[in-house]
């Protein structure tokens, strides 16, 4: 057998033997998809019930919301009374001695200005969900809206007429398809840019640790006595990469089975909150059904996602970018004794890595800055950055940022692989000193 | 027939020479010892032959064919710092390195047993390397460097971190191989083993080769007409006796009689010495003094320092 294929298998058994990765990949989509979940539900559900004081000295709230309505037998349209949240209406202020000892949890103070500017004290016993607070807030806007409206004579529908805001109705030209959603799919983007960056971390780690293990163990020179350094860092990184291949594709399963058997525990999906479903299906990592997202309005950008074009750049971007880290991890490991020693060239790698994260991250909220084009075509950062641009799509004006940063990639991942391969096979025979980057240099430069 | 043959080696390392138009021819069936301090450039030869390295200058030829990458499947190698995959088990191990030799897994495992049952090993197996002491461990290292059955066998310092028994097992299997036709280089600094095992030694000094040829040329070679006479009578006649011809190293008591340990200067033999003493003593035994290795290497290594001193 080729040797390279019998490295390669070393590196990928003795990984996928082992209990930390099979725990890893079967609690990770669990992790993933109970923390989401678990997420979304406390962020959107506070269970605890909330009652609510007005107290509105001079009357006019209680007589425009309670007494007219109760006089009129009409259910009153604002403070309804809900399973979480009750209010009551009072014109006598208590002391914050009273309240404390009252059934009331939350406490809206109002006072003479307040119907003019609409400031008010908000007294809580514990601060309640920002959902919560915005509900009651909501519902006091309106009604000292309604007030101002009658007090100034005016009428209501007229009043209505005027208060009219501004919605943008947003038409790319050149992205005809993505129609208003372009933010939401560059949202889809940085998602596969977090498991790429997440990916290159991890095992390009697990690749430069593997080398310093080699060296630490001394078994080096015997496995180099068989096989060239350049075929063991090659089989090292290729083992360790297709490890990572291994647990992602794991995940994506494992995570679709896990979302399916969350959603039966938890019955049907009308339960589940709108927003829930496009979390979870916005999120690659933890899949989704199709059917969902046709019914639900939130979601149905994910149809203008360009998935197959995501799908293909995500497989050349995650196997080019971990080649590209991958290799200078395995020289920085060639190059040390130690762990510890690992500090003074990190920055070289992490640095990058990090800086291609943050610009992702931007270029959601600024999905066509010229931030994203200069960063997704440099090789460092494009494996990270590519993500989100090319989940907002390609056209033919510019996707020669595309072409261009592919090949762009494949060159330095050439590059970086040769200069790697020329640190490695030095490294790893130079013991018991830390290298400088002058000797760095010297290795690149020795022959035979 | 030589198995290999190096041929005016050399190397550097910025700036530092680590071999310097270095010669060795080793004979097919031999045990070559590479000897010298530490530092001399023995591990960068070593490192060359089995193609880790290659050299700046020179060539290397195995078996009559210049030296090749299919080569190294032919060569076993034994470095002296040594280690194995400690979360490995033993047997998949073995088996790892015997494939990167380039035998098939069915050879491999064939193979394997059969050391392992002549180490009565076998229920290493499925052991991991971490859990086996060192000596152990130096055991399975060592099984994994011969079993291709290379032609060629490098061994650095095999015996060291072995207990006397190891090591005698150990130097039983050299032996062994050496019968079965293998060719090993020895580079030790254990001079016992050197005058049992070697056929041929080369002295490696400050990057170059100060001393080559068989054990026992070298040593003809330092040879310098010391000879341990053992006699009886006074240890003063001894001396009046030799007078200035000779020159006299010590003259101690022995249990049995006296010993004087005498020079002969060159141009006289060991038969005008005797013809001196045997006036006045009366002699009981001669033996010639004849330097072991041990001295040989201090001596060449010295010399040589010294020379290049000057």
Request: charged share 20%; glycine share 8%; proline share 3%.
């Given at each position: 057998?080729?040797?390279?294929?019998?490295?390669?298998?070393?590196?990928?058994?003795?990984?996928?033997?082992?209990?930390?990765?099979?725990?890893?990949?079967?609690?990770?989509?669990?992790?993933?998809?109970?923390?989401?979940?678990?997420?979304?539900?406390?962020?959107?559900?506070?269970?605890?019930?909330?009652?609510?004081?007005?107290?509105?000295?001079?009357?006019?709230?209680?007589?425009?919301?309670?007494?007219?309505?109760?006089?009129?037998?009409?259910?009153?349209?604002?403070?309804?009374?809900?399973?979480?949240?009750?209010?009551?209406?009072?014109?006598?202020?208590?002391?914050?001695?009273?309240?404390?000892?009252?059934?009331?949890?939350?406490?809206?103070?109002?006072?003479?200005?307040?119907?003019?500017?609409?400031?008010?004290?908000?007294?809580?016993?514990?601060?309640?969900?920002?959902?919560?607070?915005?509900?009651?807030?909501?519902?006091?806007?309106?009604?000292?809206?309604?007030?101002?409206?009658?007090?100034?004579?005016?009428?209501?529908?007229?009043?209505?007429?005027?208060?009219?805001?501004?919605?943008?109705?947003?038409?790319?030209?050149?992205?005809?398809?993505?129609?208003?959603?372009?933010?939401?799919?560059?949202?889809?983007?940085?998602?596969?840019?977090?498991?790429?960056?997440?990916?290159?971390?991890?095992?390009?780690?697990?690749?430069?640790?593997?080398?310093?293990?080699?060296?630490?163990?001394?078994?080096?020179?015997?496995?180099?006595s068989?096989?060239?350094?350049?075929?063991?860092?090659?089989?090292?990184?290729?083992?360790?990469?297709?490890?990572?291949?291994?647990?992602?594709?794991?995940?994506?399963?494992?995570?679709?089975?896990?979302?399916?058997?969350?959603?039966?525990?938890?019955?049907?999906?009308?339960?589940?909150?709108?927003?829930?479903?496009?979390?979870?299906?916005?999120?690659?990592?933890?899949?989704?059904?199709?059917?969902?997202?046709?019914?639900?309005?939130?979601?149905?950008?994910?149809?203008?996602?360009?998935?197959?074009?995501?799908?293909?750049?995500?497989?050349?971007?995650?196997?080019?970018?971990?080649?590209?880290?991958?290799?200078?991890?395995?020289?920085?490991?060639?190059?040390?004794?130690?762990?510890?020693?690992?500090?003074?060239?990190?920055?070289?790698?992490?640095?990058?890595?990090?800086?291609?994260?943050?610009?992702?991250?931007?270029?959601?909220?600024?999905?066509?800055?010229?931030?994203?084009?200069?960063?997704?075509?440099?090789?460092?950062?494009?494996?990270?950055?590519?993500?989100?641009?090319?989940?907002?799509?390609?056209?033919?004006?510019?996707?020669?940022?595309?072409?261009?940063?592919?090949?762009?990639?494949?060159?330095?991942?050439?590059?970086?692989?040769?200069?790697?391969?020329?640190?490695?096979?030095?490294?790893?025979?130079?013991?018991?000193?830390?290298?400088?980057?002058?000797?760095?240099?010297?290795?690149?430069?020795?022959?035979g | 027939m030589n198995t290999l043959e190096a041929r005016n080696i050399t190397k550097?390392?910025?700036?530092?020479?680590a071999l310097k138009d270095v010669s060795i021819s080793v004979k097919k069936?031999?045990?070559f010892?590479l000897?010298?301090?530490?530092?001399?450039g023995k591990t960068s030869l070593i490192r060359i032959i089995n193609q880790i390295t290659g050299p700046d200058n020179g060539e290397v030829w195995f078996n009559g064919e210049k030296l090749k990458p299919e080569h190294v499947e032919k060569i076993?190698y034994?470095?002296?710092?040594?280690?194995?995959?400690?979360?490995?088990?033993?047997?998949?191990?073995?088996?790892?390195?015997?494939?990167?030799?380039?035998?098939?897994?069915?050879?491999?495992?064939?193979?394997?047993?059969?050391?392992?049952?002549?180490?009565?090993?076998?229920?290493?197996?499925?052991?991991?390397?971490?859990?086996?002491?060192?000596?152990?461990?130096?055991?399975?290292?060592?099984?994994?460097?011969?079993?291709?059955?290379p032609e060629l066998l490098i061994?650095?310092?095999?015996?060291?971190?072995?207990?006397?028994?190891?090591?005698?097992?150990?130097?039983?299997?050299?032996?062994?191989?050496?019968?079965?036709?293998?060719t090993?280089i020895?580079?030790?600094?254990?001079?016992?083993?050197?005058?049992?095992?070697?056929?041929?030694?080369a002295?490696i000094?400050?990057?170059?080769v100060?001393?080559?040829?068989?054990?026992?040329?070298?040593?003809?070679?330092?040879?310098?007409?010391?000879?341990?006479?053992?006699?009886?009578?006074?240890?003063?006649?001894?001396?009046?006796?030799?007078?200035?011809?000779?020159?006299?190293?010590?003259?101690?008591?022995?249990?049995?009689?006296?010993?004087?340990?005498?020079?002969?200067?060159?141009?006289?033999?060991?038969?005008?010495?005797?013809?001196?003493?045997?006036?006045?003593?009366?002699?009981?035994?001669?033996?010639?003094?004849?330097?072991?290795?041990?001295?040989?290497?201090?001596?060449?290594?010295?010399?040589?320092?010294?020379?290049?001193?000057?």
């Amino acid at each position: 057998m080729n040797k390279i294929l019998l490295i390669i298998k070393r590196e990928y058994l003795v990984r996928v033997k082992k209990k930390s990765f099979i725990i890893m990949t079967l609690l990770g989509p669990l992790l993933f998809a109970g923390l989401m979940i678990g997420a979304v539900f406390v962020a959107l559900s506070d269970s605890t019930q909330h009652n609510v004081l007005i107290v509105d000295p001079a009357g006019y709230l209680i007589k425009q919301e309670v007494a007219d309505y109760k006089a009129s037998g009409l259910e009153r349209p604002r403070f309804k009374d809900t399973e979480d949240l009750t209010y009551e209406f009072t014109t006598i202020t208590p002391t914050e001695e009273e309240f404390k000892n009252s059934h009331h949890s939350l406490w809206v103070q109002l006072d003479s200005v307040s119907y003019g500017d609409g400031m008010c004290e908000f007294y809580v016993k514990k601060l309640p969900s920002l959902e919560v607070q915005n509900r009651i807030q909501e519902e006091l806007e309106a009604s000292l809206e309604q007030w101002r409206v009658k007090k100034f004579g005016m009428d209501w529908k007229t009043y209505q007429s005027v208060k009219q805001g501004v919605t943008l109705n947003t038409h790319n030209v050149e992205k005809p398809d993505s129609g208003e959603h372009l933010r939401e799919m560059a949202g889809v983007g940085f998602g596969f840019s977090l498991i790429i960056y997440m990916f290159i971390f991890i095992y390009g780690v697990q690749v430069m640790r593997g080398v310093i293990e080699e060296k630490t163990n001394r078994i080096i020179e015997v496995i180099i006595s068989s096989v060239k350094p350049f075929q063991l860092m090659m089989g090292k990184i290729i083992g360790i990469g297709l490890v990572g291949l291994t647990q992602f594709v794991l995940w994506v399963v494992f995570s679709g089975i896990a979302v399916v058997v969350i959603g039966m525990v938890m019955g049907t999906s009308a339960e589940v909150p709108g927003n829930l479903n496009g979390e979870m299906i916005a999120n690659p990592g933890v899949g989704g059904s199709m059917s969902l997202i046709e019914n639900s309005e939130p979601v149905s950008f994910l149809l203008n996602v360009p998935w197959m074009q995501l799908i293909f750049a995500f497989l050349f971007y995650f196997i080019g970018g971990f080649l590209l880290y991958a290799s200078l991890f395995a020289a920085i490991g060639a190059a040390v004794d130690q762990d510890t020693d690992t500090q003074q060239f990190m920055p070289f790698v992490t640095i990058p890595l990090v800086f291609g994260f943050i610009v992702s991250e931007f270029l959601w909220q600024n999905p066509e800055g010229t931030t994203g084009t200069i960063f997704g075509i440099l090789p460092l950062t494009s494996p990270v950055v590519m993500m989100v641009k090319t989940a907002m799509g390609w056209n033919s004006s510019n996707v020669w940022e595309l072409i261009v940063s592919m090949l762009l990639l494949i060159g330095a991942f050439v590059g970086t692989v040769w200069v790697a391969g020329r640190i490695y096979r030095v490294g790893i025979l130079m013991y018991g000193k830390k290298a400088t980057y002058k000797e760095l240099w010297k290795w690149v430069r020795y022959k035979g | 027939m030589n198995t290999l043959e190096a041929r005016n080696i050399t190397k550097a390392y910025s700036g530092h020479v680590a071999l310097k138009d270095v010669s060795i021819s080793v004979k097919k069936g031999n045990v070559f010892g590479l000897l010298g301090p530490n530092g001399a450039g023995k591990t960068s030869l070593i490192r060359i032959i089995n193609q880790i390295t290659g050299p700046d200058n020179g060539e290397v030829w195995f078996n009559g064919e210049k030296l090749k990458p299919e080569h190294v499947e032919k060569i076993g190698y034994l470095p002296e710092e040594r280690g194995l995959y400690k979360k490995m088990k033993v047997g998949e191990q073995c088996m790892y390195f015997a494939q990167l030799k380039g035998l098939s897994a069915k050879e491999a495992k064939a193979k394997l047993m059969d050391w392992f049952t002549r180490f009565g090993i076998e229920a290493w197996w499925d052991k991991k390397i971490e859990d086996l002491s060192k000596g152990m461990a130096q055991k399975v290292q060592f099984i994994t460097t011969v079993l291709h059955e290379p032609e060629l066998l490098i061994l650095d310092e095999p015996f060291s971190g072995f207990d006397p028994i190891n090591a005698e097992l150990i130097r039983n299997e050299m032996l062994r191989l050496k019968n079965n036709g293998s060719t090993i280089i020895l580079s030790t600094h254990d001079m016992g083993s050197v005058e049992e095992l070697c056929d041929e030694i080369a002295l490696i000094n400050r990057s170059q080769v100060i001393l080559s040829g068989t054990v026992q040329e070298v040593k003809n070679h330092f040879r310098n007409q010391t000879f341990r006479i053992e006699y009886s009578g006074y240890a003063m006649d001894l001396g009046i006796a030799l007078g200035a011809a000779f020159e006299l190293i010590s003259n101690t008591p022995d249990e049995s009689g006296n010993v004087a340990i005498i020079r002969i200067p060159e141009g006289r033999k060991l038969n005008d010495l005797l013809a001196v003493l045997l006036k006045d003593l009366q002699i009981i035994s001669v033996n010639e003094v004849v330097p072991d290795m041990n001295e040989i290497f201090i001596k060449a290594v010295n010399e040589f320092n010294n020379a290049q001193a000057v």
